[in-house]
Each structure stands twice: as C-alpha cells, then as structure tokens.
C-alpha cells in the first residue's frame, strides 16, 4: 500500500514517455556485495532520468498470528526521522531535486522507491542506506503514525464493501497459507500494536543480505557499483529467519462466504487456488493460466464480456486477475457485478460463469481465440516497459518472490509455445469446486429475506 499520494513535479513528463518511444530491451547487470546486498541495473537512456527501487523481502505473509501489520506499519514509520533526515524530510529533499517518492508494502515484500535526475543518483542511494540501516523509530513518531495506519485500514478496507468482501475471501480461500492475513493488518492487531515489535522486525529484517537495489535508467555499471560500495558496503550481514513458501494444499474443498453491506449493485467472486511460476511443478501450467484469464476477461472480445454480458446481458463488468509471480501459490478471481436492469441472483451468475469455464475444460479454444490471448499477452508487457517505474517495479515483483530478473525474459516465446490443448487442460486441472471459494456481495435486506 502507498504510503501517501506520490508527489507531483516537472519531472513527470521526463519518465513518463510516450508509446511512440518504446525502447529496446534495456541492457541489465547484475552484482551482490560481500555482506550480501544483490544489485540490478538495467541502462535505459531514452531520458537523463533514474528511478531506484529498494527492495526488502519481508511482508505480510512473514508476519505472525497477533502481529499482522507489522511490516506496512514499519514501512510508514521509516520516514518519521532517522540518522540523517528528520520525519518527512526525505521526501521533501528528493521534491526539491525536482523527483518523487514513494513507498508500499505487499504479502511478500516492501518496496522504497525515488525517481529523480539521472545526476542525482548518489541522493537516491544514500537515503535509501539510511532506511535500511538508519531508521530511529521514536516512541512519539509510533504513537503519531500508528493512528495514520488505523484511519488508511478505516478509509480504504473498512468503508468499502468491495474490499472488505475480498478481504474475507482471501480470509477463507487460504486456509493453510500466510497469504490470508491482510497486508494492512487486522484493526485488532493494530490496536495492540507496541513500537518494539515494530523495532524488532525492522533489526530482523532491514538487512543488506535481505535487500535489492533495483536502478533503472541513465546510468553506467562501473559508476552505479562505485556509489553503491560507498554508502551500503559497510553494512555487516546478518542472519535472517527461515520462512516457507506460503503454499496452499492443492484442493482443500469449497468454500463460501457472504458479506452483507448497503450496496446497490450484489457482485459475486470466485477464485481458485492455482500455482504461480514460484510453486508450479511446470511453467506450461501457469503460462496456460495467464492465456485463461486473457481469453475470458481481457478486452470486448473476451468470453465473459461477450457471452454473458453483451450476448445474455445476465451480468455487467466481468473482470478476471491472475497474478503469476508470487512467493507461493495464488487465486485466479473472476468477479461479475449483477445486471441492475435485469437483475437476477447471484448463485445465477455464478452457475453461467461456471458454465462458461466448463465449456474450456470439454472443448480447447480455437486457435484464433488463443492467439488473440497471446496478443494481448504480449502488448501488455511491452507498453509496462515503456516506463523506467514499471520496469523496477516488474524487477521487484520478480524478484520478491524467489524468481531471477531474467524469469520473462522469453516470454514472448514461452506463451507462443501453448497450445489450445494445453489450456483445456489447466481449466481441467485447475477450475475445479475443490479448488474454488466464492463470496457473495449482498445488500443487507437480503439477509432478511
């Protein structure tokens, strides 16, 4: 989650370029320091522009029962004050060099992150040092901040009924996997939050051999390294916690769950516990699930918009999302709103949506049909390395979940290998009622009824 609305500047237009300058793939290095900090470097010079992605391996699926929070908390009070900054004067130094920045914490890792001019590099690196190592954590800074976290969890889970419904699915749809707890964390667990545990996570954690610096655009290898040795080769490595790949059994049984909140439009989920390129025993099944949810979800020709939205107008807004790059095993979600015009009930919705995956799992798509996927697949990825934010960000995402930076580097290749027979074969594999958690979003005069 953010930790507040990025920053406006001049600079924006810079490293935002435009879809007319897609660049060629950007040459990429990588180096690891003796006490273990890994560095990736991926030279773009389309702009005099760099952005610098700090990347920590620890979220909120390494957190413990009771102490959910712990790391989007920590990410928030790392710029209340530290060795060399004041609280928010990081910020407030790198909007001066005409940059901005920013921060957010996900299930598997947090992310510290400045854009700013290429020159301006060793500004960059040195205050992400001192967030790595630096940090003061005062009492007084905790007490202010851990408000701030309990009024984001208020405004942005509490006070919307979409969120609060995934949130309970995901509650449920991973029984036996760190993925359920909430990256936020629990209003319970927050409220009983103490600034040591905070202090002690961040000892635990905040470790130059648990640690990423992702820099991505105009710069050189040999003068990125020599800045890099400067302010982070003095940090001492140290040991760290054995954590498991949060995985899920593969089929633990259906699931269900109803929330009732005012709301004018019932919207039902289903997700299906599937493997990611970090858990699955073969590529070819998630590449095949990334085809699926392009097929059915992806653009006005895909199979839920077409056929059950347009052609039997049963359902409106038809959205699917697979994530494959995560630490362990994830959901494949399809979402549907009811038709306010024609409404019918949501275990109606739900049982056409189930016939439309059925229909997969008898009959392979028509190659036509997978090579549009495929298509979408691979515009999709080429428009996110249009900007240097997307690329760290993608190299982040990679590797916080155990994966090499060169894990889509073939993609292109990879996902034109699939056959129809291959995705007919995951919808069986994987769209089965074993696998499947469904929630229900309903107004609350329904559970009157």
Not at 169 to 183: D, G, K, N, R
Not at 302 to 325: H, I, N
Not at 348 to 369: G, R, S
């Amino acid at each position: 989650m953010d930790r507040r609305t990025s920053l406006r500047s001049s600079l924006l237009g810079l490293f935002l370029l435009s879809g007319q300058a897609l660049a060629e793939p950007s040459i990429r290095h990588e180096f690891t320091l003796d006490n273990g900090l890994h560095v990736v470097i991926s030279e773009d010079r389309r702009a005099p522009v760099v952005t610098t992605h700090m990347l920590v391996k620890v979220g909120s699926s390494h957190e413990y029962p009771g102490q959910s929070g712990l790391s989007h908390a920590l990410e928030h009070l790392l710029y209340r004050g530290s060795a060399k900054t004041a609280p928010g004067q990081l910020s407030q130094i790198i909007e001066r060099l005409g940059g901005e920045d920013n921060a957010y914490t996900l299930r598997d890792f947090t992310v510290h992150h400045q854009t700013l001019p290429s020159d301006r590099l060793a500004v960059a690196l040195e205050l992400n040092a001192d967030l790595l190592k630096g940090a003061v954590l005062s009492e007084h800074e905790f007490v202010r901040e851990i408000e701030a976290v309990k009024a984001e969890r208020r405004e942005n889970v509490d006070n919307d009924p979409l969120l609060r419904l995934f949130e309970q699915l995901q509650a449920i749809a991973y029984p036996q996997s760190s993925y359920h707890t909430p990256v936020i964390g629990w209003m319970s667990d927050l409220q009983r939050m103490h600034n040591d545990e905070l202090r002690a996570w961040y000892r635990t954690w905040y470790a130059p051999n648990n640690a990423t610096l992702i820099i991505v655009g105009d710069v050189r290898r040999d003068a990125v390294k020599r800045e890099v040795e400067k302010y982070f080769a003095g940090f001492p490595r140290q040991d760290l916690p054995f954590i498991k790949k949060p995985l899920q059994t593969a089929a633990p049984g259906p699931r269900q769950v109803t929330v009732y909140e005012d709301v004018s439009t019932p919207t039902l989920v289903m997700a299906f516990n599937v493997p990611t390129y970090a858990s699955a025993a073969s590529a070819t099944d998630v590449h095949a699930l990334r085809l699926l949810s392009a097929l059915l979800g992806k653009g006005l020709s895909a199979r839920l918009s077409t056929r059950l939205e347009r052609q039997q107008t049963l359902l409106t807004r038809p959205e699917v999302s697979y994530d494959p790059v995560a630490r362990g095993d994830n959901l494949f979600e399809i979402q549907a709103s009811i038709n306010t015009v024609q409404p019918r009930p949501l275990d109606e919705l739900q049982a056409a949506i189930w016939a439309q995956l059925q229909a997969l799992k008898k009959n392979p798509p028509e190659p036509v049909e997978l090579a549009r996927a495929q298509t979408l697949l691979r515009a999709e990825n080429t428009f996110a390395r249009d900007t240097l934010d997307y690329q760290a960000g993608d190299l982040a995402a990679l590797l916080g979940s155990g994966l090499p930076a060169a894990q889509l580097d073939n993609d292109a290749d990879d996902l034109a290998r699939i056959t129809p027979e291959q995705l007919q074969q995951a919808a069986n594999t994987f769209f089965t009622r074993e696998r499947l958690t469904v929630a229900y979003l309903q107004a609350k005069e329904a559970d009157d009824e």
